[in-house]
């Protein structure tokens, strides 16, 4: 597989793509390594994955450099990025110690549990933030004395392969953390679908994430499935309305779009619609892409010539309320476009135009589009009306109203006059048929291990 530069077009890396027998070899050096992994004793893991997250911090610059030419991401994007991945390593560090069961009271005896480790992980991963979501599945599964194998998106293995390297120099035993690249359908199936593989922690595409469910299905096969959305920001008439069109260019643009929490539909109380419009426009047309290497760019390309493809077909010649700009030339471009409801468009009933496919599909590209709501009642019916549910703002000086709008969208991940979604140290997922499972947060260890009840009888 050739490894394309999407801001310069140039093949930056030949990378081997894993057949299904290679897949079945790193399978039996995981099972062989689980042996070992889950005795070793917790205050030793967790040395281990102290002295992980130390060698990421120590090459947090070549991996925040691959990143950039591997993923388009801005500097400032990859930076952040890499110190993520440290982070995640350092949090999960301090779980091994505190993977604590519990002792129930019972008659004749004592009653105690154990979180046991499952055995062998796969973790396939999406290529838009290729580094940060792998980390993120794990992180907590070799904490909880998994072994893993990381099935890194086709376009994106760069970051993967060099984190895998770093756990080995870090002292990690060989076969307990393994980075396979190959295609989904032939490596990914074949890590879903192997009967070694006890949990699969799958990020992507909703349609990729129902297959994987239902393949896992027949083993019974544990999945925490982190898929996609198409989130709303919310601004009421009663919001810091400068704060509110200033920050929502890039709670969707971001990662020039790529990024599954995006607020890609924004809902505005009619009251203040148009001159929120003209406050996003100007917004919009401020946005600085350009090479990810220039700490001025707020965007770079999107990963591919096909995904630019698919981006522009949601964006006709009419329509574009407004858009800014972006450099020609080589590199996959896309100029971030504001998308306005046409007159008369009712957000609630079905249809097939223009305005309303890039209102209810995920583009994942750098589109927004933007419709009116009546009032609380409204906007919350318009937020729910869509089988996704990943997260959302809501913006408000009420809190009364933040708090109720808050519970009432169908969402995993709110924020209240901000656009954070993701903590490290908070629970992430999604709703609906943007996931199952959480991931990250204090609770991520129970996602990888089973609960074991344990009688001992006293008589
Ligand atoms: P994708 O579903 O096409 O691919 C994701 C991964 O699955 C890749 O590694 C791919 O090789 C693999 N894969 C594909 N077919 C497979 C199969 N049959 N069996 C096993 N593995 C298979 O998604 P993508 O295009 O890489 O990523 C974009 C999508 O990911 C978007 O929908 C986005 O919303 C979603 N996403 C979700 C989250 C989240 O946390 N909820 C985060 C990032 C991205």
């Not at 005896?109 to 796969?122: A, K, Y």
């Not at 032939?186 to 009967?195: E, K, S, W």
Request: net charge negative; hydrophobic share 45%; with cysteine.
């Amino acid at each position: 597989m050739k490894i394309v530069n999407p801001a310069t077009e140039e093949v930056i890396a030949e990378v081997e793509m894993a057949d299904a027998t290679e897949v079945d070899r790193a399978v039996e050096r995981a099972k062989d390594a689980f042996a070992t992994w889950r005795s070793v004793s917790p205050g030793d893991r967790a040395r281990l994955l102290r002295r992980f997250a130390e060698k990421v911090e120590d090459h947090a610059e070549e991996l925040a450099r691959l990143e950039i030419a591997n993923a388009g991401h801005t500097a400032g994007n990859a930076r952040w990025e890499a110190g993520n991945v440290r982070d995640v390593l350092h949090f999960y560090a301090g779980a091994p110690e505190r993977d604590h069961g519990r002792q129930i009271p019972v008659a004749g005896g004592v009653d105690v549990t154990f979180q046991e480790p499952l055995g062998v992980v796969g973790v396939i991963v999406p290529w838009n933030f290729p580094m940060v979501i792998m980390t993120w599945g794990v992180a907590p599964a070799l904490a909880a004395g998994n072994t893993v194998i990381v099935k890194p998106a086709e376009w994106t293995p760069l970051t993967a392969r060099r984190l895998a390297e770093l756990a080995l120099e870090a002292g990690l035993p060989e076969g307990v953390l393994q980075v396979i690249p190959g295609e989904g359908e032939v490596a990914g199936a074949r890590l879903v679908d192997h009967p070694d593989v006890r949990k699969i922690v799958f990020t992507g595409s909703t349609e990729v994430g129902k297959l994987i469910a239902a393949q896992a299905a027949s083993q019974v096969k544990r999945v925490t499935l982190e898929l996609g959305g198409k989130s709303a920001n919310i601004v009421f008439a009663d919001s810091d309305l400068d704060r509110a069109a200033s920050s929502a260019p890039m709670a969707v643009f971001d990662n020039s779009g790529q990024d599954c929490c995006a607020r890609s539909r924004i809902l505005v109380e009619r009251s203040v619609y148009d001159d929120f419009l003209v406050r996003l426009s100007h917004a919009v047309q401020a946005i600085k892409v350009g090479d990810p290497l220039d700490p001025a760019s707020e965007m770079g390309p999107l990963i591919s010539a096909e995904h630019r493809d698919r981006v522009a077909s949601f964006v006709g010649a009419e329509g574009v309320h407004a858009a800014g700009s972006c450099p020609s030339g080589p590199g996959y471009w896309f100029a971030p476009a504001v998308l306005a409801a046409p007159a008369g468009f009712d957000p609630l009933a079905g249809g097939s135009g223009a305005f309303h496919r890039a209102f209810t599909e995920e583009i994942f590209g750098p589109v927004v589009s933007v419709v009116p709501f009546d009032d609380e009642a409204h906007a919350v019916q318009i937020a729910n009306n869509t089988t996704y549910g990943l997260s959302g703002s809501i913006w408000t000086r009420d809190v009364g109203r933040a708090l109720r709008v808050a519970r009432a969208v169908e969402a995993g991940n709110l924020s209240v006059n901000s656009h954070s979604s993701v903590r490290y140290w908070t629970p992430f997922g999604g709703f609906k048929q943007s996931g199952l499972g959480r991931e990250l947060g204090p609770d991520a260890l129970a996602a990888f291990t089973e609960t074991k009840n344990v009688f001992i009888s006293t008589e």
